[in-house]
């Protein structure tokens, strides 16, 4: 009868393992926001990257998109967007975005569909903005997808 687990055990295991789990979380806490600034760029956040932000949440672009693999999976990721669709190359991938959001919605069938925002020039070259800054955090690699 005595390898009955006892009620003492039985609160030392609940104890112990709630004091290590609280210092495993502790310690990948504390690891993770000393990573920040490593992961991290020096591009300015201008004017310009701000408002894009504001017009990202304003528009709900992440109701379909992903953005560093947060958000939805209707539609592609688009932290990458800069370096995927306009090779890094701010003035192309300027002239592209222009271009994609006034051509939307693209009428080709079975293809998932974006709507129109009717966002002026200016919005669109914020959004640009903001898209090339995010681009540049270091976001070890993720998603692992490149369209998300
Ligand atoms: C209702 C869902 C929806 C919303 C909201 C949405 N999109 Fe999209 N977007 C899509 C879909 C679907 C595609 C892919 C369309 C295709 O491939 O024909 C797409 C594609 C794109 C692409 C091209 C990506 C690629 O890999 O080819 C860009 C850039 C883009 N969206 C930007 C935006 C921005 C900026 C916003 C917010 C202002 C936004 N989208 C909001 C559905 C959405």
Redesign the pocket.
Known sequence: MSERITKNMARNIYFGGGLFAILVFTGLTIDTVKQIPKLSHDDKITESVARGKV??EE???V???TIMGEGAY???E?GN?FP??GANDEAAFKTY?VG?MAAQP?D?PD?????Q?HLSPEQVNN?ADFLIWTSRVNNQEWPPNI?G
């Open positions: 017009v990202w528009n709900n672009c109701g379909c998109h209707y539609a592609p688009l967007a995927r669709l975005l994609w693209l080709t293809r998932r569909k974006m709507p925002f959004l369209k």
